[in-house]
């Protein structure tokens, strides 16, 4: 897979463009890695024209399918997506690895080329003062790490080192990304503009699936106990 794909520059708060737009049923957050495999034709001409003009295209959550048209409708808050790898195949189908990089709203739409394009409006956080959050921010690192640590222990996999970001923003998009929570969750954790408001959400997310793994792992060490005590049974 090709991965010598240059960058453009970040676009500023309220910069407003046009973006070519993938409808999915997937919500993609700042620095989150996703693969994909393009075999759509529309969808073709739309990652070379990305390519060929170094650009990215636009990923948004898919709403519903009006019954009337067949259009599919998407929620209005989606996330940038860079190509940072491509793969050729000999039929003419791509496979492709991209990096979300920034999100934006959709303020229009058309669809004068085969793909829809959006006039999306690129958007941050809401200014905080980094002292008053630092106290929820330590909690949901810990609370993440814990997470992440039971999930891999379940799982049987060795847990190594886990590094967690400091940055609020990212801390609560990584945390939106591992959560098994559903897309309409994440989407309204992808569109929330106040930091403070994302940390209390998957604060208390990740408190109440920490202790939904201590009761699995509760339930699977009874069973090796029993398995444990079954094999040491006289038989009668």
Known sequence: MDNDLNHTPE????????????????????NMILPLHIFEERYKEMINYCLHTREP????LIKGVVEETGRVETFP??????????????????NIEVIGEQRFRILDT???????????????????????IQ?????????????????????????????????????TFTAACVLPISNPEKQEILATIN???????VRDLLRAEIERLKKRMEVVWKKVQTTQYDAYRCPN
Do not use: K, W
């Open 11 to 30: 676009p500023q708060p309220h910069s407003v463009g046009e973006l070519p737009l993938f409808p999915l049923d997937i919500v993609l957050f700042p």
């Open 57 to 60: 295209f636009g990923v948004v």
């Open 77 to 94: 808050v989606g996330c940038t997506a860079r190509i940072s790898g491509v793969e050729r195949l000999a039929d003419g189908r791509l």
């Open 110 to 132: 058309h669809e004068q080329r085969p793909y829809r394009v959006g006039l999306t409006e690129a958007f941050f956080d809401n200014p905080t003062d980094r002292e008053d």
């Open 135 to 171: 106290p929820v921010v330590d909690e949901v690192q810990l609370l993440l790490h814990e997470f992440l640590v039971r999930s891999l222990a379940l799982m049987n996999q060795e847990i190594g080192e886990i590094e967690l970001p400091s940055d609020p923003q990212q801390l």
């Open 195 to 201: 930091a403070e408001d994302r940390l209390y959400v």
